[in-house]
């Protein structure tokens, strides 16, 4: 009994230590690769696997291997993650099952993801329609980093319009789909708020709600209670009251006069 016992345990420890089963040309440093995608603005694909994972080994020596999948996986850095061996990346990511497949369009920017077992066909379809939102996401951000550059040398720009300017980049901006993106936009309409509000009062009507919501923290801030433009009412109260702000803004030396 205490000798099989000892053989089961063996047995169990064994597996513990066993690693997952890598697809070929697939690298396993999660750091570097994902390090090489940001630095070469490509996406990432992740592959979640386990070592107890049956699916996960299907797919590894079936979708995996197929040449189709094999050409477009090629065209984008590629990593598996043993979640037994790396539970921290699991539990970041958000991985409750394997295996799953995850896009990134940067360090921290899911595109998609797919969990469980997938047929070349079906796989081949996902990487495609992911891989293309990815890139799309990847050239929106190249271009705001570009705006957002010349946004930060209009706000050092003495000239009297430079503000004005700025915001209308800004507005842009506040629509992207990207978070980070829209923080440090929103961001910049606080510091323009804190000293030229009259340059944002646009914002309030502009036909984006994400916009008017983002110029509307900015002018609350900087105000303070008299403000009382609700950037969800309709077109003609929002004109109403941005009239109003206008002429009080107008005679005040600066937004923080009127709090």
């Known amino acids: 009994m205490k000798a099989l016992l000892a053989v089961l345990l063996l047995s169990f420890a064994g597996n ?8 070929a040309g697939w690298s396993t440093d999660y750091i570097e690769t994902v390090a090489a995608a940001e630095a070469g603005q490509r996406p990432a694909l992740i592959f979640f696997t386990a070592s107890w994972c049956g699916p996960c080994k299907m797919m590894s020596r079936t979708t995996l291997a197929d040449p189709a999948v094999r050409k477009i ?15 921290d990346l699991a539990s970041n990511a958000g991985i409750d099952a394997v295996p799953t497949f995850v896009l990134l369009s940067s360090r921290a920017d899911e595109v998609e ?7 070349s066909g079906d796989f081949t379809q996902w990487l495609a ?11 929106r951000r190249t271009l705001s980093t570009k705006t957002m550059a010349e946004i930060d040398e209009l706000l050092v720009t003495s000239g009297t319009n430079a503000d004005h300017v700025a915001a209308q980049k800004l507005f842009d901006l506040c629509d992207e789909r990207d978070a980070s993106i829209v923080r440090v936009a929103a961001g910049r309409l606080k510091a323009i708020a804190g000293r030229d509000p009259m340059a944002l009062v646009d914002g309030l009507n502009d036909p984006r709600l994400a916009t008017r919501i983002q110029v509307a923290n900015a002018l609350q801030e900087a105000i303070g209670e008299s403000f009382d433009v609700d950037p969800w009412s309709d077109a003609a109260t929002r004109e109403k009251k941005g009239r ?3 002429d009080a803004l107008a005679k005040a030396p600066g937004a923080k006069g009127l709090k």
């Open 16 to 23: 513990r230590t066993l690693p997952a089963e890598i697809p």
């Open 244 to 246: 109003a702000l206008r």
């Open 73 to 87: 996986i090629a065209g984008v850095d590629h990593v598996a993650v043993d979640i037994d061996e790396h539970p």
């Open 129 to 139: 329609n992911g891989i293309s939102e990815a890139r799309e996401a990847i050239a």
């Open 113 to 119: 993801r797919a969990t469980g077992f997938q047929a």
